[in-house]
C-alpha cells in the first residue's frame, strides 16, 4: 500500500515538474521573500537596500525591527500573497490535474494496477493539496528566517499559517476537483472554481454589511435615546425655572408641555421610533445570511483565523489607525469617531464571537461532501 502511495505521488511530482507552474510559484514566493527581506525601518522611515526613504508618519508609529517584520508578514505575507494570489497560482498549478488524468488515457493504465478508486483519488487529491503545502512551507520558513535574522526574534507562532493557508485552499480543491471530473476541461475547472470563491466573498461582504447595519442602528437607538433623556431632563429644567407662580415650580412638567417647548424632541422620538421598527429586519436579514453561509465554506473567515492566530501566537499589536473603516459603509447620517470606535469594537466582537467549529467544522464538512460526490463519480464512471 505504501509503495502504490509512493508511486502515485512521485506520478504527481513528474506531473507538475512537467507544467513547470509549481516551480515558478515556489520561485515568486522566494522573489518576495527576498523583497520582504531587503526591507528595513529605521525612526525616520524605511530602507529599501542601501536607500533610506524618511516618511513623516513613522515617528508616532514606534515601528521596531521585530514588529516591523512580522506586520510585513502577516499583511502582505499572509493577507494578500497566501490568501489570495498564491491561492490563485496553486489552482492555477493544480487545475489540470484530474482533467488531465481522466484525459489522457493515464487513468487506464493506473486503474489496470491493483489500487482501488477510491483510494487512487483520494490520493491523488492529497498530493495535490501536499504540494500546495510545500509552497506555503517554503515561504512560511523564508519568512521565518527573515524575521529571525533581520528582525531579532524567533517566532515559531508564524507556522500556524501553513495548515491553515492549506485548509482554506483545500474548499476550493474539492470544489476544483470536482468540476474537473464533471467538465474534463481544466480551464472551465478553473474559471467556475474562481466563480465559485467569488460567490463566498460576496456572501461574506454581505455578511459584513448586514453586521454593520444591525450594530449601527443599536447604536444610534442607543445615543437617541440618552440624547432625549438628556434633552427632557434640561428642558423640564428650564420650565421649572420659568415658572412664575409660588409653589408651581415643584409640579413636575407634563409630557406636553416639555415638546411644547423644545420642538426637536418630538423629532427625536420619531428618529428612534423608525430605527427600532428597522431592527427586527437587520436581525432577520442577519440570521438568513448566517444560515446560507453554514451551508458553505467560510474562505474569508478562515483567513481571518490567520490573522488572528498568527498575531495572537507571535504576540502582535495592531497599529493605530490600523483598524478597519468603520464608515466604509455608512447608513443614515455619518458617524462620529466615538460611534466609529464603538461600531468597530461590536462588529470584531461578533465576528470572533463565532466559534472555531462553526467557521472551520462547517467548512470542511461541505469540503467533505463534495469530495464524496467527486470520489463517487470518480468510482463510477466508465472509462
Do not use: H
Not at 513528474?14 to 509549481?22: A, C, D, H, M, V
Not at 500573497?81 to 489522457?104: C, E, K, Q
Not at 472555531?356 to 462547517?362: A, C, E, P
Amino acid at each position: 500500500m505504501i509503495t502504490q502511495t509512493l508511486a502515485l505521488l512521485l506520478d504527481t511530482y513528474r506531473e507538475f515538474n512537467s507544467k513547470r507552474l509549481f516551480w515558478i510559484s515556489l520561485a515568486i514566493s522566494g522573489l518576495i521573500v527576498a523583497g520582504l527581506a531587503a526591507l528595513g525601518v529605521t525612526k525616520t522611515g524605511v530602507t529599501v537596500l542601501v536607500w533610506e526613504i524618511d516618511l513623516p508618519f513613522m515617528d508616532v508609529m514606534d515601528l521596531t525591527p521585530e514588529r516591523f517584520y512580522k506586520l510585513l508578514f502577516t499583511r502582505f505575507g499572509v493577507g494578500f500573497w497566501l490568501s489570495w494570489l498564491g491561492a490563485i497560482l496553486a489552482l492555477v498549478s493544480t487545475a489540470g490535474m484530474i482533467p488531465d488524468f481522466i484525459a489522457s488515457g493515464a487513468v487506464e493504465l493506473t486503474l489496470s494496477k491493483p489500487v482501488s478508486r477510491t483510494r487512487l483519488f483520494l490520493t491523488k487529491y492529497a498530493c495535490g493539496l501536499l504540494f500546495v503545502a510545500l509552497q506555503v512551507s517554503v515561504f512560511t520558513v523564508a519568512s521565518f528566517l527573515v524575521i529571525g535574522i533581520r528582525g531579532g526574534v524567533w517566532e515559531p507562532g508564524l507556522f500556524l499559517a501553513v495548515p491553515l493557508v492549506v485548509v482554506f485552499f483545500s474548499y476550493l480543491f474539492a470544489i476544483c476537483v470536482l468540476l474537473g471530473l464533471l467538465t474534463r476541461s481544466t480551464i472551465a475547472s478553473l474559471l467556475l472554481t474562481l466563480l465559485c470563491w467569488l460567490f463566498f466573498f460576496c456572501l461574506n461582504a454581505a455578511d459584513v454589511i448586514v453586521i454593520q447595519g444591525r450594530e449601527m442602528n443599536l447604536i444610534r437607538q442607543e445615543m437617541t435615546a440618552a440624547r432625549i433623556e438628556r434633552m427632557e431632563k434640561s428642558t423640564a429644567e428650564v420650565i421649572r425655572r420659568g415658572r412664575e407662580e409660588p409653589g408651581e415650580p415643584d409640579a413636575p412638567p407634563t409630557a406636553e408641555e416639555i415638546d411644547r417647548a423644545n420642538p426637536r424632541l418630538p423629532e427625536a422620538r420619531a428618529t428612534l421610533e423608525r430605527a427600532r421598527t428597522q431592527q427586527p429586519r437587520w436581525e432577520t436579514a442577519s440570521r438568513v445570511i448566517v444560515t446560507v453561509k453554514t451551508a458553505f465554506p467560510k474562505t474569508s473567515e478562515t483567513i481571518q483565523l490567520i490573522d488572528r492566530w498568527v498575531i495572537e501566537a507571535a504576540k502582535l499589536e495592531k497599529l493605530p489607525g490600523e483598524e478597519p473603516d468603520a464608515g466604509a459603509f455608512q447608513f443614515g447620517s455619518p458617524m462620529s469617531p466615538q460611534e466609529q470606535r464603538q461600531l468597530q469594537s461590536r462588529i470584531d466582537d461578533r465576528l470572533r464571537g463565532r466559534t472555531v467549529w462553526w467557521v472551520l467544522g462547517t467548512s470542511l464538512g461541505f469540503e467533505a461532501l463534495v469530495l464524496g460526490l467527486a470520489c463517487l463519480v470518480f468510482v463510477r464512471r466508465d472509462f
